[in-house]
């Protein structure tokens, strides 16, 4: 069965750094969104003191601020090793089709993670699903460096 993606023609590797930048800062919008009048632009980094001493926020909330926060950072935390990754596999002469499945799996392994993070962890027996996606994630990364090493060694 064909892909509904050509992975082989095209390499698209490059646009995934970018979108994985857009995918640290979409957790941040979100808290944004969620702490309202509270968000201060002038020191982003009291949002979540500002919410946590509004009575009008309810607990659900505050927690899904705080863990929006944290799966941003998280993103940023990783976004310059896979960046390099990207860069490796594609100095290294890794082929297409590859690189291009690699990135994407990496892409989807963070949107699957901000959602787990922020939104399925409401749900306390769903905690521990987000190091298993986190791992998966970190090891599609390693995987583009282990490619990019065979690739220079064949």
Not at 73 to 91: H, K, P
Not at 102 to 122: C, F, K, P
């Amino acid at each position: 069965m064909a892909s509904l993606i050509d992975f082989a023609s095209t390499n698209w590797s490059y646009y995934t750094i970018p979108a994985a930048f857009v995918l640290c800062m979409v957790p941040h919008a979100y808290a944004i969104k969620l702490a309202g009048k509270n968000y201060d632009l002038g020191n982003p980094r009291k949002t979540e003191e500002h919410c946590a001493k509004d009575t009008t926020l309810d607990k659900m909330n505050l927690r899904r601020i705080s863990r929006a926060k944290a799966a941003s950072a998280n993103g940023f935390e990783t976004i310059g090793l896979y960046a390099a990754a990207v860069v490796a596999g594609n100095v290294a002469g890794v082929a297409t089709e590859r690189i291009n499945k690699l990135t994407a799996a990496y892409i989807a392994s963070r949107i699957l993670y901000i959602y787990v993070y922020v939104a399925l962890q409401d749900n306390a027996r769903l905690a521990a699903l987000r190091p298993f996606v986190w791992l998966g994630g970190i090891t599609t990364l390693m995987s583009l460096f282990v490619a990019a090493g065979n690739a220079l060694n064949n």
